[in-house]
């Protein structure tokens, strides 16, 4: 106690206790049990006073404390869920323009890359036309690709906080990722001269069964697949918009 007692001796001690003889502030009493460069175990100090209860203003100290540690729990808490939400938003937004990248209609020449001309010198003109449309179909779905892998990691996170509900909301956007990947693959392998034609009448008449989901019709009414897109969209939001808001204290 004489050591304690060193780092600030204008505090008189009782002996029994360690403390001082008019109840002191939350902060002074906490600088005078622990100075400073000492890691404070809060929760054990709070415990001991309420064991001991020295003086009156400790248990309303106590109290004050366990309303403070409450407070600050429930901030961090807040504070997690805040963060999380509104990455998953954010990078929701852009696995949503990365999709829709994939279905514009219109590719620039600068998306469609030329074959080296070693290559070129063994391909046919429609072979090194193939060679351009999917190598920028494969630049655009590289996009969708980097958001939903950047989704990954979050989604883990918030299943691990709010369980599963999150994950079945996705499942609908993700399918619909799914659907637009098939029909790009099927176009690619139908434009591609080297495909066999067996394949081709496989592949068409596959898609005959399918709606067309290709292009975007870039309307102000969006069409069926950027109608369930939006869709899936609203529902994710509508889950995490409310954890966008601090919980009030």
Not at 39 to 51: E, P, S, T, Y
Not at 138 to 163: M, N
Request: aromatic content about 10%; overall charge neutral.
């Amino acid at each position: 106690m004489c050591g304690q007692a060193a780092y600030n001796k204008a505090i008189k001690f009782v002996p029994a206790y360690g403390l001082h003889r008019t109840p002191l502030s939350g902060r002074r009493l906490l600088l005078a049990l622990y100075p400073q460069g000492v890691l404070i175990d809060l929760h054990g100090i709070i415990h001991a006073l309420k064991r001991y209860r020295c003086y009156g203003s400790c248990d309303h100290w106590c109290n004050c404390c366990n309303k403070g540690l409450g407070t600050w729990q429930r901030q961090l808490k807040g504070q997690s869920e805040y963060e999380l939400s509104r990455r998953i938003l954010v990078t929701l937004f852009k696995y949503r323009d990365a999709i829709n990248g994939v279905r514009h209609p219109m590719m620039m020449g600068y998306e469609m890359p030329s074959p080296t001309e070693e290559e070129a010198r063994s391909m046919s003109p429609e072979q090194i036309r193939f060679y351009g449309t999917s190598k920028a179909y494969q630049s655009r779905w590289d996009k969708v690709q980097e958001e939903r892998t950047a989704l990954y990691a979050d989604l883990l996170e918030a299943e691990a906080i709010w369980g599963a509900d999150l994950n079945d909301l996705f499942k609908v956007i993700f399918d619909l990722q799914h659907e637009l990947f098939t029909r790009i693959r099927h176009y690619l392998e139908l434009i591609n001269p080297d495909t066999h034609e067996s394949s081709k009448e496989a592949i068409r008449k596959i898609d005959a069964k399918n709606r067309d989901i290709m292009y975007d019709n870039l309307g102000e009414d969006p069409d069926e697949y950027k109608s369930d897109v939006i869709s899936a969209i609203k529902s994710i939001e509508a889950y995490l918009k409310p954890k966008l808001s601090h919980e009030k204290v």
